[in-house]
C-alpha cells in the first residue's frame, strides 16, 4: 500500500479540538523514532513519560489515534498525537518512498524468514519470547490447548476473563476496557485451538464456563466500543463451534442452553436457541421446549421467559392466537403490548381484531403520560383509512386533555381540520384545555406556557400577546411575540427587548455579549418605525459609556455597527 498522505493540518484540529491541536503544535520538537509504514505511522513523543504513538489512515482517508496517555487511553485524539501528525505533515514530500521503502522491508522480511531453517527460525522466536511476556503466554496458551491437560486450560482461559487485574475501583472503566478486551480475546482462540486439536469434548465444557464467568462480570465494565461484547460473541461461537463437533448429549445440552438464557445475567451475548437445532435434534428440542414453557408458566412477566416463549412460537410457526396469549400475560400500562398484539394481528391478514386490541390498549391506558405514541398513531391511521374523522378528534382530544402538549394540540388540529369541525367550539375548548394548565406562576409554569405557544403556532398573535400580558408567558415567548409583532407594534415589541437587555448589562461573557447586540439591533429596529433614532442613539451612548471596560464587548458592539 504505497499512497500520499490523506490528511491534512485542518483535519488534526478537527479530530483533537481547538485545545489539544494548540498544546500539540509545543510538542512538535518532542516526537523521536518516526517511523512511516506501509500502514501505520509509529512515533514516541516526549512528554511528562515517553508515550508511544500510532496513527492510522483508513482506505477512504479517514485518520485515528491512538497514544498510551492517560488522555490518548480513553479514546482522546490528544496533543501527542497532533504532534506526530504535524512531524508527518512536514515530510510530507517523501512519505511515498518511505512507504514504498516500508513495504519492501516488509517483503524482504518475509523472504529472509521463508528461507530459514527450523532450528534457526526456533532460535529466534526463542529470543523474542524471552522479551515479550504477552506473546510467551499466548503462545504458552496455545501449547496447552494443543496438550493433554484440560485442566490447565480451563484456568487459563478463565483467568484472562478475570476482571480484577484492570478493575482499580472494583470496575473496569473504559481507559482499562481495551486492555482487557484484547486479552479476553486470547481465550476465544484459546477456545477455538482446543476444538482444533481434536478436543471439541474439552472446548464445550470450558466455553460453558467462560460464558457465564464472562456473564457475571459484563455488567462491571464500560464497554461503550462493544470489545467486550465481540468477545462475549466470540465464546457464544466458540461454544457453538465445538458443539457441531462434540455432538454432546442432546437433552443435557437443552436443559444447559434454556437454563442460560433464562439468566438476566447472560445478556451480553446474542445465543439463539434455535441455532443449536441440529445440536440438539428432535430429543433435545423437544426438551428445550418443555422447559420454556413450564418457565413461562410460572413467571409469565419475566423478559427472558416471554421472550423465550415468543421465539419458540416463531420458530414452530405456532398460531398467532399463542403468540397474543404471551403477549396479553404482561401488558404494559402504557399500551405498547397492545400495539404488539395488534401488528401481529394484522399480519396474521385480521384487521379487526388488531384493530379491537388497539382501541383496548388506549382504554386500558394507566400510565401518568398516556398511551404510547405509537399505538395512537396506529388506531389514528385504521380510523382515516375507514373515513372514521369523527373518531381521529375524538382520540386527538382525548389525548390533549390527558397529556397536554404542544404536539397533541398540533395533533387535534390536523384532525379537527380534516373533519372541518376545527373553528369554533373545538378550537376554544382545546386552547381552554392548555389554559387550564398554564396557569401562571403555579402548576405547569416551570417553561412558559402550552397556551401562548399554541397561540403562536396558530398565528394568532393578539390574543398571545394578550395571554403573555396577563403573566403566561416566559422571556423566551416574550421574545418571540416581540419579534413577530415587532413592524405592527413596535411600541410593545421595544418594551420587552429593553427588559431583557438591562440584566444581561451586568453579565459578561461572549454568548451574553451577542445576545445583547441582537437586542439591541432588535430595539434599533423599533426606534426606526417610530421615527425615535434619536432617543435610541443617546440609550446606546449612555449603554456604551457605563460598559467601556467591556472590551469584548465594545468590539462586538463596533462589529454589529452599534
Not at 125 to 145: I, N, S, W
Not at 349 to 358: S, T
Not at 449 to 470: F, G, M, Y
Not at 495 to 505: G, K
Amino acid at each position: 500500500m504505497t499512497h500520499a498522505l490523506g490528511f491534512t493540518e485542518e483535519d488534526l484540529r478537527r479530530l483533537a479540538g481547538a485545545r489539544s491541536f494548540e498544546r500539540g503544535l509545543g510538542y512538535l520538537s518532542a516526537v523521536s523514532r518516526l517511523e512511516i509504514g506501509d500502514e501505520a505511522i509509529t512515533a514516541t513523543v516526549d512528554g511528562s513519560e515517553a508515550y508511544e504513538v500510532e496513527l492510522t489512515e483508513d482506505e477512504d482517508g479517514g485518520l485515528t489515534g491512538w497514544c498510551d496517555c492517560p488522555y490518548g487511553r480513553d479514546g482522546n485524539f490528544c496533543k501527542h498525537c497532533v504532534a506526530v501528525g504535524l512531524a508527518v505533515l512536514g515530510q510530507a514530500y517523501s512519505v511515498p518512498q518511505q512507504r514504498s521503502a516500508a513495504a519492501s522491508r516488509t517483503q524482504l522480511l518475509d523472504t529472509w524468514l521463508e528461507s530459514r531453517t527450523r532450528e534457526e527460525l526456533l532460535a529466534l522466536l526463542r529470543e523474542q519470547l524471552a522479551d515479550d511476556r504477552d506473546l510467551r503466554r499466548r503462545l504458552a496458551l496455545r501449547a496447552a490447548a494443543a496438550g493433554e491437560d484440560a485442566g490447565i486450560v480451563r484456568e487459563r482461559i478463565l483467568s484472562l476473563l478475570d476482571t480484577r487485574p484492570f478493575a482499580r475501583y472494583g470496575y473496569v472503566e473504559y481507559s482499562d476496557a481495551h486492555a482487557y478486551g484484547r486479552q479476553a480475546a486470547e481465550a476465544v482462540t484459546a477456545l477455538r485451538a482446543l476444538t482444533a486439536s481434536g478436543r471439541s469434548a474439552d472446548a464445550v465444557e470450558v466455553a460453558r464456563e467462560a460464558l457465564q464467568a464472562l456473564g457475571r462480570t459484563y455488567g462491571e465494565i464500560d464497554d461503550s466500543d462493544g470489545l467486550i461484547g465481540d468477545v462475549a460473541t466470540g465464546l457464544a461461537e466458540a461454544h457453538l463451534e465445538a458443539c457441531r463437533t462434540a455432538r454432546p448429549d442432546q437433552v443435557e445440552t437443552a436443559e444447559w442452553l434454556v437454563q442460560y438464557l433464562l439468566n438476566e445475567m447472560n445478556d451480553a451475548t446474542d445465543i439463539d436457541l434455535f441455532d443449536y437445532r441440529e445440536v440438539l435434534g428432535d430429543p433435545g428440542l423437544a426438551r428445550a421446549r418443555a422447559l420454556v414453557v413450564t418457565a413461562w408458566q410460572a413467571n409469565p412477566k419475566g423478559w427472558a421467559e416471554k421472550y423465550l416463549m415468543e421465539r419458540l412460537l416463531k420458530a414452530d410457526g405456532d398460531s398467532v392466537d399463542a403468540l397474543v396469549e404471551v403477549h396479553a400475560a404482561d401488558l404494559a400500562p402504557n399500551g405498547h403490548t397492545h400495539l404488539g398484539i395488534a401488528r401481529e394481528l394484522e399480519t396474521a391478514g385480521r384487521p379487526v381484531e388488531a384493530l379491537e386490541w388497539a382501541e383496548r390498549g388506549l382504554r386500558e391506558t394507566v400510565s401518568e403520560w398516556g398511551p404510547d405514541s405509537d399505538l395512537v398513531a396506529f388506531v389514528c391511521e385504521r380510523y382515516e383509512r375507514a373515513d372514521r374523522l369523527a373518531d381521529v378528534v375524538a382520540v386527538r382530544r382525548d389525548l390533549l386533555r390527558a397529556r397536554p402538549s404542544l404536539a397533541a394540540y398540533q395533533n387535534l388540529r390536523t384532525a379537527a381540520r380534516a373533519a372541518g369541525i376545527w373553528e369554533g367550539a373545538e378550537r376554544t375548548d382545546a386552547l381552554e384545555s392548555l389554559k387550564a394548565v398554564s396557569q401562571p406562576k403555579t402548576g405547569r409554569w416551570y417553561d412558559g406556557s402550552l397556551l401562548v405557544d399554541a397561540l403562536i403556532d396558530d398565528n394568532d398573535l393578539q390574543p398571545a400577546w394578550q395571554a403573555a400580558t396577563d403573566g403566561y408567558a416566559d422571556q423566551r415567548q416574550w421574545l418571540t411575540l416581540a419579534d413577530r409583532l415587532r413592524d405592527r407594534q413596535p411600541a410593545d415589541a421595544l418594551t420587552v427587548y429593553l427588559r431583557w437587555i438591562e440584566p444581561l448589562r451586568k453579565q459578561t461573557g461572549d454568548s451574553t455579549y451577542e445576545r445583547l447586540a441582537e437586542l439591541l439591533l432588535s430595539a434599533r429596529a423599533c426606534h426606526r418605525t417610530l421615527g425615535t433614532e434619536a432617543e435610541f442613539a443617546t440609550y446606546l451612548a449612555t449603554l456604551r459609556a457605563n460598559q467601556k471596560r467591556k472590551r469584548k464587548l465594545m468590539a462586538i458592539l463596533d462589529q454589529h455597527g452599534l
